[in-house]
Structures are given as C-alpha cells and as structure tokens.
C-alpha cells in the first residue's frame, strides 16, 4: 500500500521502519513519543515528504550509508526530491521484475521457445563438432589452462604458446555459420523477454500501480529511468544488493515474498 507522509512520520517516530532516517527531533537527536508528547517539534525532510509507494518501500531497503548518501543529494540541491523518488521508483521495478523473470516460471510458449532455444544450442555445437572435430577438445585444453594458470604452475611464455595453438584449434566453424545460430537464438530471447514482460504487466500491484498509472509503465516509464540516470551522474552509488532484499521482501502476485538473500556488498553494510 502506498505510504503515506503521516504514516511515515508515525514509524518513524516508534522507530519501526527504516525511514527514521529522514526525520529528526529539534530539539532530541532521536524522536520518540516521549519527546513528541512533550511539544518538540518534528521536521520532515524533502525526501521525507516526497517518498511514497515503491519508492518508500525500496527505501526502507537501503542499507544506513545509501539512505544518508541519498537524503544528503536532495537536501544539498544536487538531486531534486522528484528525481530520487522517481528514481528509487525505476530502481524497484527493475529488480520487481528481475525476480519475476527469474522465479516466476515459463508459460508454455515460453517453455516451448525455451526448448527450442537448448536444440539451437546443441545444433550449433554439433555444427562446430562436425566441421572441427578437435573444437570440443580445444575447449576443454582451454579450461584446463585456465586451472594451471590459477595454481601458478607454468610460465607466461607456455601460456601464450599454448593459447595461440588452442586458438587455431578452435577456428574453422564458418562465420555464416555462427551468424545464423546468433540471430535465431537472439530472436527467441526476444521472444521470451516480450512474453515475460506482458505476463508481468498484467499482475495487479494494487495501489503501487495506482499511484503512478504504473500498468502502462510496469518496468519504468521513460521520466524514471532518466530520473535514476541523474541520480547515479550526481554520485549516488548503490554498492549491495538492497534492491533484491527488497524485492524477496515484495509480495509478487502469483509469487508471494521470496527467500531474503544474506547481504551481498562490495564493502561493509551498516544498516
């Protein structure tokens, strides 16, 4: 459901969501219902006032140092408020149907193409087989490199002779050849992505497509992907998983609320 300002203010008063972030006492540096009762003041930031829906949802997903590093962008001016719930908006839709994509299962076209797709694949390598009987052993040479290389155990120079000798072992499948396979496969995941896009469309997100019109613009509208590209140009760097902790945590019609995955991040997570 769409998150109202007062509804926020409420949660983060009694410390139940990850909003507090955006609300501070004049007079505490930690609001509670203590302090609100006895007359202090609270003061709701732009971004506060701003955040509904996904955008507030994927918010409350943020680790602490992405929350402060977003809220201190809007109220420095280099970040308007639109743009980072538009922003956050796209954000979330994107990783909705990631994991739509991912667990939601084909239909039976889709698994038709899918079937189609693995033939192509073992035709193509049946085609490479035939017109170079040495290309599956070259491959597995290849790997067999890359192992050896890992454990240190030969030098550069048997490194690039043994590369240039697999590379000539792999060559001989024709070009028209590759083409052909390249432009069928891709037609089919096309196919499948188009399927997958018009069955996500269709769900009911209820007031989350509501309060943006979102059953034209179910991934993202052409504003919110232009929003989250300023937001990211004015330095906003989201570096762990926040967004598919937010949408393991997103009753997917159809899907429920999936496994919350451990955080994942390029550098300690405070949250």
């Not at 069928?184 to 995941?189: N, R, S, V």
Request: charged share 25%; no cysteine; glycine share 8%.
């Amino acid at each position: 459901m769409v998150q109202s300002v007062y509804n926020s203010a409420w949660a983060a008063l009694t410390g139940r969501t990850a909003a507090a972030q955006l609300f501070s006492s004049k007079t505490a540096s930690t609001p509670s219902l203590t302090a609100a009762s006895a007359g202090d003041s609270v003061t709701v930031s732009k971004l506060g006032k701003a955040l509904t829906g996904l955008a507030a949802k994927a918010f409350e997903h943020l680790d602490s140092d992405s929350r402060k590093q977003l809220e201190g962008l809007v109220e420095s001016g280099r970040v308007s408020a639109d743009d980072a719930v538009k922003g956050l908006r796209s954000l979330a839709k994107n990783a909705l149907f990631n994991r739509f994509a991912t667990e939601g299962g084909h239909s039976a076209e889709e698994q038709q193409m899918a079937d189609r797709m693995k033939v192509q694949r073992e035709q193509s390598a049946a085609a490479k087989a035939a017109e170079n009987p040495d290309h599956g052993a070259a491959l597995k040479d290849l790997d067999q490199l890359g192992e050896v290389q890992k454990n240190g155990s030969i030098s550069q120079e048997d490194v690039s002779a043994i590369h240039r000798s697999v590379s000539e072992r792999l060559r001989g499948f024709g070009v028209s050849g590759k083409l052909q396979f390249a432009r069928e496969e891709g037609a089919l995941m096309e196919a499948v992505f188009k399927s997958k896009t018009n069955r996500f469309v269709d769900l009911d997100f209820g007031e989350d497509d509501r309060e943006t019109s979102a059953t034209t613009n179910k991934i993202a509208s052409k504003d919110e992907l232009a929003a989250a590209e300023r937001l990211f140009a004015a330095g906003f760097k989201l570096e762990n998983n926040a967004m598919a902790r937010f949408a393991a945590d997103y009753d997917i019609p159809g899907l429920g609320k999936g496994a919350m995955p451990a955080w994942s991040s390029f550098k300690p997570v405070s949250r």
